[in-house]
């Protein structure tokens, strides 16, 4: 069946860097977009990130990240990596990766991400 498993999160200081991952299983990921998405305490989960299928070839970033962030793919390992650039307390969050197989929607358990000095 159609698993993600993200992992890659942790503390970080303000202006550093982490590396998520997103381990894809029971679907192929070059044939599908994939989205990863985060939730502060208290708000509402927005999506930060987006991969395409190895098709239609492109990636788009939300305003909050744009230039910071980078998304990339390994095709010979099924994992989707988030590169998280010069940190701001405010992307403290759970990240979650997303894909959507056949009309439903598969979500990762999250990792955290905890931006503090």
């Known amino acids: 069946q159609v698993q993600l498993v993200e992992s890659g999160g942790g503390l970080a200081q303000p202006g550093g860097s982490l590396r998520l991952s997103c381990v894809a299983s029971?679907?192929?990921?070059?044939?599908?977009?994939i989205d990863w998405y985060r939730q502060a305490s208290g708000q509402e989960r927005e999506r930060i990130a987006r991969?395409?299928?190895?098709?239609?070839?492109?990636?788009e970033f939300a305003d909050p990240v744009k230039g910071r962030f980078t998304i990339s793919r390994d095709l010979a390992h099924n994992t989707v990596y988030l590169q998280l650039n010069n940190l701001k307390p405010e992307d403290t969050a759970v990240y979650y990766c997303?894909?959507?197989?056949?009309?439903?929607?598969?979500w990762g358990q999250g990792t955290q991400v905890i931006v503090s000095s």
């Open positions: 997303k894909v959507q197989v056949d009309l439903l929607d598969y």
């Open positions: 029971g679907f192929i990921p070059a044939l599908y977009a």
């Open positions: 991969i395409s299928s190895v098709g239609a070839n492109y990636s």
